[in-house]
């Protein structure tokens, strides 16, 4: 955070907290397994501490106190040692005071310098203005991981601090870091293996978003605690006996979904919070220290428990012989539990254990001294080569770039094997065209088809985990439009596009030569206005497009000779009569009145906007002072936000949606927070998803609920039968939020009704 205030000096109160907080960091860091380095961290905290001097956060309290917190988050939540400690302390030094990076390098050396200058150039990484900027910012936060993967992992923990310390921000500012985080930053987190963090991010965005939907969430998992331990208890004391008979030393405890997963799941799946029935999982963690193999501990537990459990074999995951992406390793089991329940098991070391909460940083605590290169080492690179492919040039969308590294930052969930048996991890959903382009980008311009395990398939065929695959490949193939809805990995949909920019900027030069030459013999000048007019004729938007059209042979310039010759006539008569009409009047040529990015809504009532303040969403006379955006359609009584566009007009959408966390990772500046005001007339149209019996007379039972009970309209139902079941959706128009939950309710209390839920739209 940028500091907001410089005054003289600290009360003896705040000098002393900030003796204690650097204290408490020195004491964290003579715990750890790091060589004892305590002089350089002493040396970097009093050049902080003299850099920073007077200068206050938002919050009011000292500035220095926030590099504290950053390095002792580096320090005790990610285990690394004292270069990334110092560089943490440093981190906001050079960009914020009159300290340079040369400064830097005659005090700490080389490395620390070169680290804290990584960090500031990306800096700009809260991504104000629009979104050509943003997309240069995030691409510098990406690069910095080729030099030292240290940069971003202070820059992941300075996020985490300005995460917990959100609350002295403006409302459309907390939306707008929140946005960004969920976005950018707790993906990066998950990519580098980072659990804890990543979940902790993830919760705080929720609870800045979402705090009532928070509240209620955190109480119903509290209020369950007492059930749970009692579940887990029965389930542990039989499993805590076979493994001391075995005589394994290990700990067995109980692992809750975070907040924000247990929402997730109950929007997603429309259930309430007593249906979430996976709230919590069983984890044991052995130590292994007797010189016995890991992973035959593992599968040794995994055989105990079966003993004791019914397993269920596909909810078997085995991440012990081919680690995630990230370095996860541990071995997953669902057993039948004595209450009935089915409980997900995790086994794993120690070593295990510190590598799935710390990530890559502990990963290479514990490869240290080891010569040969580590499997999850090389899928890392992998996946940073990709980024640099898919960073390597600016593309036309910069969200579209965005999106599609921010898909990269998934951990991959399927393994893919050549004909050779070379193993490659995809992500879940790849085509056999992703698979083509992640082995050579010329073997994904050639792809014709593949074999998967001996059977002909086409390039969209998806991929399952564990199939062989052979690619099949033409020279004279090349990559088409429709390609692009084949492929989800970034390096393809890269690769695709860039194929297809340059085949079209080729047959646009050449059918800029084939139009000038055509209209050369035919004694036509080739004018501006005579092309515009050529552009409209052929019925095409841009000229580039119609250009393109005669370079690949879409348009035949001899067969419209009539229409090129109409259109120089006209356009030489058009351009002397509007000459004649100027001349006449003495006035100027007119300037073209733009056209609006965003078609205005007629019920939309500009109104002056102060961002500092609520901007108040009411309903005056059967008008609107917004708009529903349309991707989400929010309805009175969800946590809402508003984007401003037109300067002084209010777009409306759901704060989860995915449209609307763009906007947050990109526009921050257009970001108003919006409360709820008087509405009388207004109705909201809502979708509900429906499964049930076919019964005879189903649909006047739903009408007699939703018209004759609660007095709403339906607007449209769309319901298929099948096999005695139904299942599809009505849309319905409703007040607010609360007819939403009546529906439901009253729908579900029909028998032959199983399930009705709210569709909620574009937050996937």
Known sequence: MSPESIVPQFTPTEEERIDAEFEALIQDYLKSNHRQKVEIIRRAFTLAREAHAGVRRRSGEPYILHPIAVARIICSEMGLGSTSICCALLHDVVEDTDYTVEDLQLIFGDKIARIVDGVTKVSGGSFEGDVSVQAENFRKLLLTMSDDARVILIKLADRLHNMRTLSSMLPAKQYKIAGETLYIYAPLAHRFGLFAIKSELEDLCFKYEHPEAYAEVAVKVAESERGREEIFQRFSQPVRRALDRMGIKFEIRSRIKSNYSIWRKMEEKGVPFEEVYDLFAVRIIFDSTDGYPEKNRCWDIYTAITEIYQSRPDRLRDWLTRPKSNGYQALHMTVMGPDGNWIEVQIRSRRMDDIAEKGLAAHWKYKQGQVEEDKEDAEFDRWLNMIREVLQAPTPNAMDMLDSVKLSLIANDITVFTPKGDCFRMPAGSSVLDFAYSIHSSMGDNCIGAKIDHRVVPISTP????????????????????????????????????????????????????????????????????????????????????????????????????????????????????????????????????????????????EQIDKKKPYMLRETAGRLNYRVAKCCKPILGDDVLGVIYEGNKVEIHRRSCRVATRIKSSRGDLLVSALWGEHHQARFEVSIALRGIDNRGILGEISKILIDDLKLSISGVNLKAKDGFFEGELTILVRNHGDVVQACQGLIRTASILDAHRIILDEK
């Open 463 to 606: 991929l399952k985990s564990g199939d062989q695959v052979e690619i099949l490949h033409s020279k004279s193939a090349q990559p088409k439009p429709e390609w692009l809805t084949f492929v989800i990995t970034p390096k393809a949909k890269y690769r695709i596009d860039a194929a297809l920019r340059r085949r079209h900027r080729e047959h646009a030069q050449r059918g800029e030569g084939m139009l000038s030459q055509f209209l050369g013999e035919m004694g036509i000048e080739p004018s501006q206005s005579v092309v515009d007019r050529l552009v409209s004729f052929h019925g095409y938007a841009r000229k580039d497009e119609f250009l393109a059209g005669i370079g690949n042979g879409d348009i035949d310039l001899a067969k419209n000779f009539d229409k090129i010759k109409e259109a120089a006539q006209d356009s030489s008569t058009m351009l002397s009569r509007i000459l004649s009409t100027l001349s006449r009047s003495g006035k100027s040529k007119p300037t073209p009145k733009p056209e609006s990015k965003v078609e205005a809504d007629p019920l939309a009532s500009p």
